[in-house]
């Protein structure tokens, strides 16, 4: 057999670039999509551009303290070169199999001052919908050519599933995946929101925090049915304007997860303005941001304390006894080994106490007396990582 299989998948490929040049739609006709702003992209793909309604205002730069609330943004990432991405793909899950049948990029356009420090920008959001399989390289070469060298990646749970989705069809068309920095804000979201909200999905972010009206939605998890619906059906059956509906969905959860990104910020640069607007779990961000050792994150966790947190003050406690404050460190142990506490958080202010008494005050049976509490209030209560209302996990607990 002359030739291999890489030198025949480029002749494939050359074979299908010619026939875009002459029949660039695929066969299919374009009327049911031009009304909606979708041009042709290249074989079997369509693109539009559009500009999200309403501004969305920003600090002038990016507070120091992104990379905190948002683990894969720093101070130095312009706004810019953010590149907001979601998929729709044929499957739920990854695999070989599941390929993307439609994507959506979203850029900040700066549209100029909003006060004082803070710039408003509008969000340009970039389509790509694929109408058949035939067209998938056209698809996916069209997609990387929006994935630039300085863009950070901002995506939801993007992470595990549609860059993982990208990298596969890539490596299945023949193509070389991008390198980028991701941002992925689910995590961020599960530290602000899991203890406050029944879930942690982009929708629930959305309607519950932001006030989001997600009405008329159509769910994601209907994008393949929708899809292989359209490929058997064409514009009957009304298969093409379901399609236009996950279209409209895609193009929501981009406008959506800037918004996340934007309430996220305003907790970055300013945690105590941010409360008075956005809901947040304090107690988590203020443990979090305290172990960076910053003057804000000390501030943080003593307002979280003060404010009838206990983990919060626990962590407030240890904080004030490295600072050599033992009279008010050892007060706030004292607080959260008092009834009414979940007990291992009461054990811990006990350990903590037992620690302090026989290093420190050199008073072995005080110690002795905290350590017998602690372990008589740990006697049948089984720990679990991630337990919920103010208790503490077993890494925790094992770290003090």
């Avoid at 389509?127 to 399989?133: G, I, K, R, T």
């Avoid at 901002?154 to 992470?159: E, Q």
């Avoid at 390198?179 to 530290?191: K, N, P, T, V």
Wanted: proline share 4%; charged share 20%; hydrophobic share 40%.
């Amino acid at each position: 057999m002359p030739g291999n299989l890489r030198s025949r998948l480029k002749r494939i490929q050359q074979v299908k670039k010619e026939d875009a040049a002459v029949h660039n739609d695929g066969g299919i006709d374009f009327s049911y999509f031009t009304g909606q702003g979708w041009v042709s992209a290249g074989y079997l793909t369509l693109r539009r551009e559009m500009t999200a309604g309403g501004d969305m205002t920003l600090p002038e730069i990016m507070p120091e303290a992104a990379g905190i609330v948002m683990p894969g943004i720093n101070s130095t990432t312009a706004y810019e070169d953010m590149l907001f991405f979601d998929l729709e793909t044929t499957g739920l899950s990854g695999g070989a199999g599941t390929l993307a049948f439609l994507a959506a990029f979203g850029r900040f356009i700066a549209a100029g001052s909003a006060g004082p420090e803070a710039v408003r920008y509008k969000l340009r959001i970039t389509q790509y919908l694929l109408l058949d399989y035939p067209g998938e390289n056209n698809f996916v070469e069209a997609m990387l050519g929006e994935f630039k060298r300085d863009n950070t990646i901002v995506s939801y749970n993007g992470k595990s599933f549609d860059s993982q989705i990208l990298k596969t069809r890539c490596l299945m068309n023949g193509m070389i995946p991008p390198e980028y920095r991701h941002a992925d804000l689910l995590h961020s979201a599960r530290r602000l929101w899991k203890r406050i909200l029944p879930d942690c999905s982009q929708g629930t972010i959305e309607t519950a925090i932001l006030g989001i009206d997600r009405a008329g939605d159509i769910p994601g998890a209907m994008a393949p049915e929708i899809w292989f619906s359209f490929l058997k059906n064409g514009a009957a059956n009304g298969a093409v304007d379901a399609l236009a509906g996950i279209a409209d969905h895609n193009r929501r959860d981009i406008t959506g997860l800037a918004s996340i990104f934007c309430a996220m910020t305003r907790i970055a640069a300013d945690p105590f303005t941010a409360m008075k607007t956005i809901n947040f779990d304090l107690e988590s961000l203020a443990i979090r941001w305290h172990t960076l050792n910053s003057t804000t994150g000390q501030k943080i966790l003593q307002y979280a304390a003060e404010t009838g947190c206990p983990r919060a003050g626990l962590h407030y406690a240890l904080a004030l006894l490295k600072q050599k404050k033992y009279d008010e460190g050892r007060k706030w142990l004292e607080r959260t080994a008092s009834a009414g506490q979940p007990p291992p958080l009461q054990a811990a202010a006990l350990r903590a106490l037992a620690i302090d008494s026989e290093h420190r005050l050199k008073n072995t049976a005080e110690a002795l007396s905290f350590t017998e509490q602690a372990l008589e209030l740990l006697v049948g209560v089984q720990i679990l990582p991630g337990e919920k209302a103010n208790s503490l996990s077993c890494k925790e607990l094992r770290s003090f």
